[in-house]
């Protein structure tokens, strides 16, 4: 299963959230700028808030956006259960 960068930046904050930016960056392996802009774009839709705490803006789920991000977890694990 090819997962998109929002769907990895959900999953992320899922199982490790709420988190900076930078740290959501770096376990997603995308530079704080396009990290930037997908956060931005996941809190238009819905499924991130985020808080601006000096010097750093925190994001996490809403819960619109831990729905769909357990669900998409779930997805991962049952494609992987099957192909092992």
Same mark, same amino acid.
Not at 17 to 43: D, F, Y
Not at 61 to 82: D, S
């Given at each position: 299963? *090819?997962?998109?960068?929002?769907?990895? @930046? +959900?999953?992320? +904050?899922?199982?490790?959230?709420? +988190?900076? =930016?930078?740290? %959501? #960056?770096?376990? /997603?392996? @995308?530079?704080?700028?396009?990290?930037?802009?997908?956060? =931005?774009?996941? !809190?238009?839709?819905?499924?991130?808030?985020?808080? *601006?705490? !000096?010097?750093?803006? @925190?994001?996490? +789920?809403?819960?619109? $956006? /831990?729905? %769909? #991000?357990?669900?998409?977890?779930?997805? $991962?694990? =049952?494609? @992987?259960?099957?192909? #092992?």
């Amino acid at each position: 299963m *090819f997962l998109t960068t929002q769907h990895r @930046i +959900l999953i992320t +904050l899922l199982e490790h959230g709420p +988190l900076q =930016n930078s740290q %959501i #960056a770096k376990r /997603v392996g @995308i530079t704080e700028q396009w990290c930037s802009e997908m956060v =931005n774009a996941l !809190h238009a839709e819905g499924l991130i808030e985020s808080e *601006f705490k !000096h010097p750093r803006r @925190i994001s996490k +789920l809403t819960e619109r $956006g /831990v729905e %769909i #991000a357990k669900h998409l977890k779930e997805i $991962g694990e =049952n494609i @992987i259960n099957k192909q #092992a």
